[in-house]
């Protein structure tokens, strides 16, 4: 099973049936002391700080695993509201923090945005002369999509 993840709080194309409860993930990561030699070296001439985007990278991927990993033990279809955090724990290391509101969600049924017309109307080299005969042309557009899904609020 796959947990979808949305920082919306709603699932487009799904409507949520039950909320369950707040999942989050952490890590705590320190800087690696050779990297961060060369950190600060590349600080004083500039540039990206790869060593430091990489281990970003990965303590996010962990945060979001283990936040997962308690959304299926709910039994939960997806995490809504999805938000990351940081904070400095002690010198040299930092947590970063997922978290979001695990809930049960169905596919929302497809809606056909054309309709195909038995009825085509005559074809007019010089455009149509008429607005009614051009109107049955042009397909229907549906409501704007946020008109039709329905709210979730993970505050309850």
């Not at 890590?27 to 060369?38: C, E, P």
Request: aromatic share 6%.
């Amino acid at each position: 099973m796959t947990v979808q993840l949305s920082n919306l709080e709603h699932l487009p194309n799904y409507q949520i049936t039950e909320r369950l409860d707040v999942v989050y993930g952490s890590t705590v990561r320190s800087k690696h002391v050779g990297k961060d030699l060369f950190a600060g070296l590349k600080n004083i001439v500039g540039g990206e700080l790869t060593a430091y985007t990489e281990l970003l990278e990965e303590s996010r991927q962990e945060a979001i695993d283990r936040m997962v990993i308690k959304a299926e033990a709910l039994g939960a279809d997806a995490v809504v509201g999805l938000r990351f955090s940081t904070s400095s724990i002690a010198q040299g290391a930092s947590e970063l923090f997922v978290y979001g509101t695990a809930v049960k969600a169905v596919p929302m049924p497809q809606q056909s945005i054309f309709t195909p017309s038995s009825h085509q109307p005559p074809s007019n080299p010089s455009g149509p002369t008429d607005v009614q005969s051009h109107n049955q042309a042009v397909p229907q557009q549906p409501a704007a999509a946020d008109d039709d899904l329905p709210r979730f609020n993970p505050f309850g």
